[in-house]
Nanobody
């Protein structure tokens, strides 16, 4: 079982910045993460893939966040960050971290609320 612990959400004014963090851990055997990323879900919208980073540090972003958000991994490769700049009210959502382990599947974090006030 892989555990994901997220942090960094909160309330910020439009134009501000937040940095989300997600640390993955697994008791027992060593694990290798194929890719990690973030989804978000607002109250009235479907879940949206925000950003993804692969094991070789390839990245991809939703069009709605390109140029404003940056995804990166920590040195230990089991932590993923989402730097969010120039935040807009429409970025308000619960942000979920996820990881994918080859041959095992996806694991999800508990979600962290991001609220952007206008």
């Amino acid at each position: 079982q892989v555990q994901l612990v997220e942090s960094g959400g909160g309330l910020v004014q439009a134009g501000g910045s937040l940095r989300l963090s997600c640390a993955a851990s697994k008791s027992g055997s060593i694990f290798s993460i194929d890719y990690m990323g973030w989804y978000r879900q607002a109250l009235t919208n479907q879940r949206e893939l925000v950003a993804i980073i692969t094991s070789d540090d390839g990245t991809n972003y939703a069009d709605s966040v390109k140029g404003r958000f940056t995804i990166s991994r920590g040195d230990a490769k089991n932590t993923v960050y989402l730097q969010m700049n120039s935040l807009k009210p429409e970025d308000t959502a619960v942000y979920y971290c996820f990881v994918y382990l080859s041959g095992v599947g996806h694991y999800w974090g508990q979600g962290t609320q991001v609220t952007v006030s206008s």
